[in-house]
């Protein structure tokens, strides 16, 4: 079992719709980052979290530390949000912060 | 510049040649993280620099692997001998200072094929 997971894998929404990506994690962790990763391969860094909620544009990401989850929103989806969505996070138990990576969430969003 | 580079950005050799491939951090960041992605399959953790530390060098596949980071800047990560399982896409990310949780600011990949 891996240490963070998401789910779902593939997703398929229209344009308009409500997105919402899930992540969970089964060890302790400093805090959390959701990434997203366009077709060319680039990935950027959208948020990285350890508690509550964080806003930017039309995303929205939240974490329940007790729970060990934390789930990605994307308000009114755009064709132009269509990419990979990965959640990581740095182990507590490992030094330093390399981070350990669900296996991506594949987004598409139609017009 | 203003974010992390690497070289090349694709890279095709053959099967047992050597290869190198370098990342540029962004000015001041202090931590480097290499990381690759193959083919279907997710992200993994190669090697990781803090300052002068000794690297973590914990997630290298094989001992074919190898890296450094000169000056406590530019890092090239080398392999030798490839393999055609070492086709991939090697990302290079840097942070600011070791600390909980800090953003990591990822470079575009090296995408790396072994024929």
């Known amino acids: 079992k891996n240490e963070v997971e998401q789910s779902p894998q593939n997703l398929t929404a229209q344009e308009g719709e409500f997105i919402t990506i899930n992540c969970s994690y089964s060890?302790?962790?400093?805090?959390l980052h959701w990434l997203q990763q366009h077709p060319g391969g680039g990935i950027v860094s959208l948020f990285m979290?350890?508690?509550g909620k964080k806003k930017h544009g039309r995303l929205i990401a939240t974490i329940n530390i007790q729970e060990k989850h934390s789930s990605l929103h994307i308000t009114a989806s755009h064709p132009r949000d269509s990419a990979v969505y990965i959640c990581?996070?740095?182990?507590?138990?490992?030094?330093?912060?390399?981070?350990?990576f669900g296996g991506g969430t594949r987004v598409l969003v139609k017009p | 510049g203003a974010g992390v580079s690497q070289s090349p950005s694709n890279k095709v050799t053959e099967k047992g040649k050597d290869v190198e491939l370098r990342c540029d951090p962004i000015?001041?960041?202090?931590?480097l993280y290499w990381y690759r992605q193959s083919l279907g399959q997710g992200l993994e953790f190669l090697i990781y620099?803090?300052?002068?530390?000794?690297?973590?060098k914990s997630g290298l596949p094989s001992d074919r692997f190898s890296a450094e980071r000169t000056g406590g800047s530019v890092s090239t990560l080398t392999i030798q001998r490839t393999q055609q399982e070492d086709s991939a896409v090697y990302l290079c990310?840097?942070?600011?200072?070791?600390?909980?949780?800090?953003?990591?600011?990822f470079g575009p990949g090296t995408r790396l094929l072994v024929l």
């Open positions: 990310a840097s942070s600011f200072q070791q600390g909980d949780g800090e953003t990591q600011y």
């Open positions: 060890v302790g962790i400093s805090a």
């Open positions: 979290l350890s508690s």
């Open positions: 990581a996070a740095p182990m507590i138990k490992a030094a330093g912060n390399k981070l350990t």
């Open positions: 000015s001041g960041h202090t931590a």
């Open positions: 620099f803090q300052g002068n530390s000794a690297p973590d």
